[in-house]
């Protein structure tokens, strides 16, 4: 079994925790970032295990007041977790409460298939029907090949490039469906997230329901797991890279709030008042950051901003950028 790289690593860490200020927006019950169990009550707020090494007081204020002042801005909530890869220095606000995962997910479905299904396996050509891609709703890719169909890999490409939800399905059904992807993400030692629909149900959450949810500090360590360099190998693990770096929907979001120079490779989702990314930053020069930014807005009916997620970004990288 692979095994999950913890949220903080290495030996001696910087950890900056930042309890959140907003009272509203959480889609369900909180899990511990440092749990391996999923909790349907109600935790206290994050707070350190280890003391700041190389963070300092006035950085984890300014980042603490960004932030805040944005959930006040946009009347929302903001789940922010990132971890330097290398260093186990770690930026957490909200890490530990839930969020909708939108299409967010669709990076982790891929790297699933990538690890699941051998090589020689992925060229089958897979064929739906014109009702399958209405029933999913956005499908840019898949909608122009209901007659001649695609591969089992190009539908996961289109899934994590295009956000293509006729894909996610597609590639769901291949690796069990979204309980195949669970037990996937549980053997990876993510036991928060809870993948329990396929698109595009997986965008309406429930009040108080953890369903199709996550946390900033899940996805995270989750992500670091899958690009880890050894829960895929070396050749899927940069196939994955690639289809993240060309992300046609994220522009707008965690690459826009990082440094000049920086590379992001992410995967973004959104539906009606949500809005997430979740990326590999890497500084020139510098170690890789694993990044999620979840956000969504206090009122159901409000429409999402891709903004919050960029000035999120932007306000939590800077704590790195040093």
Request: negative net charge; glycine residues 10%; aromatic residues 4%.
């Amino acid at each position: 079994m692979h095994q999950a790289l913890p949220l903080v690593v290495g030996g001696t860490v910087a950890v900056l925790v930042l309890a959140g200020c907003s009272g509203g927006g959480s889609v369900g019950p909180t899990a511990s970032a440092t749990s391996s169990v999923r909790s349907t009550s109600t935790p206290t707020s994050t707070s350190a295990t280890t003391p700041p090494t190389t963070t300092d007081a006035a950085t984890t204020a300014t980042v603490r007041r960004a932030l805040a002042g944005l959930e006040r801005e946009y009347d929302a909530t903001v789940g922010v977790v990132a971890t330097d890869t290398v260093s186990g220095e770690t930026v957490a606000y909200n890490g530990d409460r839930r969020f909708g995962y939108a299409s967010t997910i669709k990076a982790f479905a891929a790297a699933q298939f990538l690890r699941s299904v051998p090589a020689d396996a992925r060229n089958e050509v897979v064929h739906w029907t014109a009702a399958d891609v209405a029933a999913a709703g956005y499908s840019p890719v898949t909608e122009q090949h209901v007659a001649d169909g695609l591969s089992y890999e190009q539908l996961a490409e289109a899934a994590v490039r295009m956000s293509d939800n006729t894909a996610l399905n597609l590639v769901l059904t291949r690796i069990g469906g979204p309980s195949g992807l669970d037990a996937a993400l549980t053997e990876l030692g993510d036991t928060t997230t809870e993948v329990v629909h396929g698109e595009p149900d997986l965008n309406t959450i429930e009040p108080g329901s953890t369903e199709d949810t996550t946390t900033p500090a899940a996805f995270t360590a989750a992500l670091t797991t899958v690009l880890d360099g050894s829960t895929l190998d070396r050749a899927d693990t940069a196939l994955l890279v690639d289809w993240m770096g060309g992300n046609a929907t994220g522009d707008a979001l965690i690459r826009a709030g990082a440094p000049d120079g920086w590379v992001v490779v992410d995967k973004s989702g959104g539906a009606g008042p949500i809005r997430n990314d979740v990326a590999r930053v890497t500084p020139p020069g510098g170690d890789p950051i694993v990044l999620s930014v979840l956000t969504t807005r206090n009122d159901p009916d409000a429409a999402y901003d891709d903004a919050l997620v960029a000035r999120s970004a932007s306000a939590v990288l800077d704590a790195f950028d040093r």
